[in-house]
Each structure stands twice: as C-alpha cells, then as structure tokens.
C-alpha cells in the first residue's frame, strides 16, 4: 500500500475537479434539525465555495437553496443561521418567499417575458437522519447508501437523545485530504498527542475500514472524555462518542490550500449547571484536535514543494487512509473526463 501522490493534494485543477463531482455529488452533513425547527429558521454554509442554505418555509417544509440570487449570482444570506420570513437580496433587492419562490423584482421595469414564476431559487436536496440534516447539490445515490455501514455502527448510540450544545468553527492552511489522512490514522497519537497517547490502550488500538466508514476503536485509561470510538465517515464527515454525548465534523476546503473543520458538540444532559463539564470536554476535545494542524500544515508544504514521493502505508494502522484515497481517486478519476468535457463546453 503506497499513499497517494502529492499533486492530489496541491493542484487547483485537482480542487475544480474535487468541487464538480465529489462535493456536488455526495451529501454533506450540514446542521441539526433542532436548528430549523420553525417556519423561518434558516442554516447557511458552505460546501467547498459552493453558498447553500437549508430553511423551513412558513408552509412548514424543509428545503434547501443555492445561495445565489437568480438576477446576477449575489450571495442572499450570510453564513451562519437565523429566521427570516423573506430573503432580500442585497444587490437589487430582489424578494423571495422563504419557500423559494421569487416574490418580487423591485424596479426592474416592464418586461412582457418577464414573470416571477420563472425565477425561483435553486433547489438542492436535504435529508434528515436521526436529527442530523444532510444537503447534496446533484447527489449521485441516496443518503442511506451513501451511509452504508454508519447506520448499523450508530444503532446503539441514542443519537435523537443528543442536544445540540455548542458549535466551533476551525480554519487552517493545509489541504482537507492532508487533514483526512490524518483523521483516519491513530499511528500518529504517540508522536503528535502525547496526552492522548497515555490516556489509552494504544497496543490496542484497532481500526476497521469498509462500506464507507472508518471505524477506530482503543479502551480508555482512567477518566478520558472521549468513550474509545471514533468514526470517520466517506467522503468527509466525522463522529466521535463522549460519555452521554458526541461531536461531528465536517471536514470543508475553501481552496486546495485551506481547510474549515465545522464541530458541532451534542449532549444528552445541557443543564446550565453542568455547563462547567461539558466546556472542559470542549476545550480538551478542541486542544487535542489543534495539535494536528501544525503537522498537516508542514506536510502540505513538502507536498507543494514537490519534494515528495508516495512512501508505504503501515498495515496495522493506516487501511483507513488507504481506503479513503481508494475511494477518493476512483471518484474523481471515474469522473475526471466527464467534468473536463462539460466545464471546456461550458467555457
Ligand atoms: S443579484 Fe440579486 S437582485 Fe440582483
Ligand atoms: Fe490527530
């Protein structure tokens, strides 16, 4: 097993192609349905640059949008979330109902051909698994295969119990597939997070990779936060277990040199007088998770660099990142000439 060649990593044309087929075509795990609970209630966020938003209508449905206004391509909401009735857009005020359709076209001037109907925003999937909101722009299978394995894996864990309690948004210059590889391996623990390292059994660290889930598993010493079982999830959402509680991730490149991780931290218990406990998980979840980006920082520069070439992957700990570059370059090169016929007719 040979990790894959640096250019996959580096090359702005590998991220074009990552954006039209990868990110367009799979679903991302985007909030918690707690956040879209009334007519109104909106999420906006990003998948890879592409400006989405997911929002419940005032006939109580739920959608989800392109974040591009359908005059001249402007950004209607701001990343983040909130309620809103009807979305203005601040170019030229164009007004759309928060079901999508356009609304109203302030000034435009009379136009025969011209009719709001025509104009309504673009719509994109949205599933809802066990409170976990999934959005895909063109998906290329349903949610529950694209889950495969995971929904067994999370039989057992009361996921609808888990309340959504706080979330951090994490940004570094480093490529998200540097970062994946990352995610997927404990043979860095001892080098990289020697705290973590004395808090588990890592002779008996064991990880399993198939059906689109990376599974990592060692029992914990003493009182670690973590319960000893952290799951990565194809092509690039996380899942790792507290006591009575769990965080998400999903892993985002803005570019193929920069990477946004958006944590979400659920609990069963949020009483505001154990706040206290469940910052300490946070804060120490955080720490650990920043250890790793000064080495994924310096490793992306060697790839840049060019002085790089594919070294052997350990069989006993890295059949995680040897499974994600499988599946990662037979998406993309399955794909590669398709996007490049469809993106040079569309120039
Ligand atoms: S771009 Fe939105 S109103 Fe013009
Ligand atoms: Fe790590």
Known sequence: MLNMAARHYTDEQAFRLERNTLFRQHWQLFCHVSQLLNPGDYVSGDIAGMAVLAIRGNDGELRAFLNVCRHRGAR?????????????????????????????????????????????????????????????INPVSTLADQLAA?????????????????????????????????????????????????????????????????????????DLFYQGRWLWMWPNWTLSLFEGGMNT???????ADRTQLIYRFYFSDVNATTDDDRRQVLESNLEVIKEDFAICLATHANYKAGTYKPGPLSPRHEQGVNYFQKQYLATIQGSETDVESTVETEL
């Open 76 to 136: 209607l909401l701001e990343p983040g979330s909130g309620n809103c009735d009807t979305l203005r857009c601040p170019y030229h005020n164009w007004l759309y109902h928060n079901t999508g359709q356009l609304k109203h076209a302030p000034w435009f001037g009379e136009d025969s051909a011209f009719n709001v109907n025509d104009w309504p925003l673009e719509s994109v999937s949205v599933e809802i698994w066990r409170g976990l909101v999934f959005v895909a």
């Open 249 to 255: 991730s999903r892993i985002n490149p803005l570019s």
């Open 150 to 222: 995971t929904v067994a894996e999370l039989h057992d864990v009361p996921l609808e119990s888990y309340q959504l309690w706080a979330t951090r948004e994490l940004v570094f210059e480093a490529n998200w597939k540097i970062y994946t590889d990352n995610f997927v391996e404990g043979y860095h623990i001892p080098g990289i997070h020697p705290e973590f390292f004395r808090a588990i059994d890592f002779n008996n660290f064991e990880t399993v990779a198939c059906d689109g889930l990376v599974r990592m598993t060692a029992p914990p010493r003493g």
